[in-house]
């Protein structure tokens, strides 16, 4: 039976990273006074930074959150903040946890990843990646960032719209997504020496992978042989299903009046060939439904997980099938909230967490946090274990080793966290 855990619900609006202060601030003063009027008999519209059910909390921040990350060893976390500044909190025996310093980054921040020795901060800051030291940045020691990775101007790759960081396994090569790269969508290739001397130059820069349209989110398998890419379109649309002028892949209006997009793509990419030979990289793709925009593999390596943000799905895809019969590999899909963004993992893999985001405002729907059983998704059973309040537009999912999930609530500027030992 499904758990609901709704507070006050939350309608997620489309909000941008050009979101301007001010217009932050209005809907803050739009947030309370819904507030207050809930108080009178009226309806609610967020959960506050008070509200305590089921082991799940909020935290405002000054600004909006976009990507966070949980150190190796549990005891800090990484909250980025669109503006361009790196929160830095203690998860030490607090909860919720405890914010210890603010660290400004050059450039905007949209999006992080660790490298898999903890030693390496990779955040994407719309054209490439700031690489900041994760020692420094948790002991408050000077000069945390260690540098900036941007493709040089004769990559003609048209660095745009970095929102997803990756590496490999042994952190000397990092992936950066590059949505609206060129021709259509990239992955940009740095070799960067050691996780320990990290280097940057323009000689470091190895070349591009080129994928779908508006390029999302990648994840390594456990093995490190393999980086999983989502595309939110497999090929650009033909002229019957362009978009309104101006618009992207990402910014569609999810209105029944807007044409039926073709599928997105999940891609498969050699890390061994990436590192040499990015252009001859991709092994195999597969369809992945409507706007398949973040990705997460289990601890086995044996299933990826992907987001459909457009088809309201969790996909479920066989690892070894994609790579022999991409055609074959979609194992199960579930059907969970409005506009799914954000996908982890708990620690043991059987929790999949899925941020239901709606940032399109979609009529009578809400944001929330999906608990999901993977192994019931995989028999084809019921498989939604709770349905957890958010904030509005919660976007990145991270979890900590004890199962404590960190979410970045985008549009109402939160940190929120959340007991997975609880649901069950």
């Known amino acids: 039976m499904t758990k609901a855990f709704w507070l006050t619900g939350g309608t997620g609006g489309r909000r941008f990273v050009t979101l301007h202060r001010q217009l932050f601030r209005l809907v803050l003063v739009g947030v ?7 108080a009178c008999g009226g309806a609610s519209v967020g959960p506050t930074a008070s509200t305590a059910v089921a082991g799940v909390s909020f935290q405002y921040v000054d600004g909006q959150p976009f990507g966070v990350v949980a150190s190796r060893d549990g005891r800090y976390a990484f909250l980025d903040l669109v503006s361009g500044r790196l929160l830095v909190y203690s998860t030490q025996g607090a909860s919720p946890p405890r914010l210890i310093r603010s660290i400004s980054l050059p450039g905007e921040a949209v999006g992080s990843s660790l490298t898999r020795d903890g030693r390496l901060l990779l ?17 408050g020691m000077p000069h945390p960032v260690l540098g900036v990775l941007m493709p040089p101007a004769s990559a003609h790759v048209g660095a745009h719209g970095a929102t997803a960081t990756a590496s490999s396994a042994d952190g000397r090569y990092v992936f950066v997504s590059l949505e609206y790269g060129q021709p259509d969508g990239v992955i940009s290739v740095y070799r960067i020496g050691s996780t320990a001397a990290a280097r940057f130059g323009a000689s470091d820069y190895v070349g591009s992978i080129t994928l779908g349209v508006a390029v999302g ?9 393999y980086l999983y890419v989502t595309s939110e379109l497999a090929e650009r649309p033909s002229a019957q299903t362009m978009f309104r002028a101006g618009q992207t892949p990402a910014q569609l209006s999810r209105s029944q009046s807007q044409p039926q997009l073709p599928n997105g793509s999940l891609s498969v990419v050699s890390v061994a060939i990436a590192e040499r030979d990015p252009a001859h990289a991709v092994l195999a793709t597969a369809s992945a439904m409507q706007q398949p925009v973040r990705v997460a593999v289990s601890p086995s390596g044996a299933v990826v997980w992907v987001t459909a943000r457009a088809s309201d799905r969790l996909l479920a895809f066989s690892a070894a099938k994609l790579r022999t019969d991409a055609t074959h590999s979609l194992l199960a899909s579930v059907r969970v909230g409005t506009a799914p963004v954000g996908v982890a993992l708990s620690p043991d893999g059987s929790q999949v967490i899925v941020a239901d985001s709606n940032r399109f405002n979609s009529r009578g729907a809400q944001a929330a946090i999906t608990d999901v059983d993977a192994h019931a998704v ?18 990145e999912i991270a979890v900590e080793p004890d199962g404590v999930a960190l979410i970045s609530n985008f549009a109402s500027a939160q940190l929120e966290t959340t007991d997975l030992s609880r649901v069950r």
């Open 123 to 139: 955040i994407a800051n719309g054209q490439g990646a700031t690489v900041v030291s994760v020692a420094r940045a948790e002991r």
């Open 32 to 38: 309370i006074a819904a507030l207050l009027l809930g």
């Open 217 to 225: 989110a990648s994840a390594l398998s456990p093995d490190g042989k």
């Open 378 to 395: 995989l028999t084809h059973h019921s498989a939604i274990l709770a349905t957890l309040p958010a904030g509005q537009f919660p976007r």
